[in-house]
């Protein structure tokens, strides 16, 4: 079956400009999740859906970063007046009902020049 | 300090060693525990779950210590396709369930 895709797998964006970043989860995954991986580092935790409750949005590094997510379906990740830190790879990944394991989109990496 | 450490490595190992990651996590309530390992310029995936009692999958074992808050993950005949970066993640509790905080990774490459 399909699993996550994320759109673009590249994108490249001079600083100040704004950018959307969409994923699609598996299909009846309740849960969602954004990282960022910056080059040679672990994975940074941004924002957290789950069903119809506030998403957990405690990782957002500034009021730059926001995502929104529709019902249990697509999300987008907006970086608004991109800066060069913001250059990185930003994976979505999905889980669904009690199931722990999280399945990765194959990310969006993001060059602001 | 960080919620989940791990030695960054790199590891480099002949095909056919026995190799081993370590991982502390600081959160006590923390729930769940896993290993997901990296290819290069590729997504995680989830390698196994690590349960309180110990558990084994093939040539992997996957050991957790409550009481030291510590992970630990064991692969022995190693193969050159284990070459990776391995990922300890731990699960929260409560209004943190579900959100999996990741270590930076340990990178492995096992050579001829």
């Known amino acids: 079956g399909a699993g996550v895709s994320q759109s673009p797998s590249n994108k490249v964006t001079e600083k100040g400009k704004d950018v959307e970043l969409r994923c699609d989860p598996i299909s009846g995954h309740t849960a969602l999740y954004w990282y960022r991986q910056r080059l040679g580092q672990g994975l940074e935790f941004l924002i957290y859906?789950?069903?119809?409750?506030?998403?957990?949005k405690s990782g957002l590094p500034s009021d730059r970063f926001s995502a929104e997510r529709t019902g249990e379906s697509v999300s987008t990740l907006t970086i608004q007046r991109t800066q060069q830190e913001d250059s990185a790879v930003y994976l979505c990944?999905?889980?669904?009902?009690?199931?722990?394991?999280?399945?990765f989109g194959p990310g969006t990496r993001l060059t602001v020049l | 300090r960080k919620e989940v450490e791990q030695d960054p490595g790199p590891f480099n190992v002949p095909e056919g060693a026995t190799v081993a990651f370590n991982c502390t996590y600081s959160n006590s309530a923390s729930q769940s525990f896993f290993w997901y390992r990296q290819d290069c310029r590729k997504e995680p995936k989830l390698l196994m779950s690590?349960?309180?009692s110990g558990n084994e999958d093939g040539r992997f074992t996957a050991q957790l210590n409550r009481a030291s808050q510590y992970i630990s993950l064991l692969i022995r005949d190693s193969k050159l396709s284990d070459s990776a970066t391995y990922l300890c993640v731990v699960n929260g509790r409560g209004t943190s369930y579900g959100k999996l905080t990741f270590g930076q990774g340990t990178i492995l490459t096992v050579h001829p």
């Open positions: 690590v349960y309180s």
């Open positions: 859906f789950q069903g119809n409750s506030a998403p957990d």
């Open positions: 990944a999905s889980r669904g009902g009690t199931v722990y394991e999280q399945f």
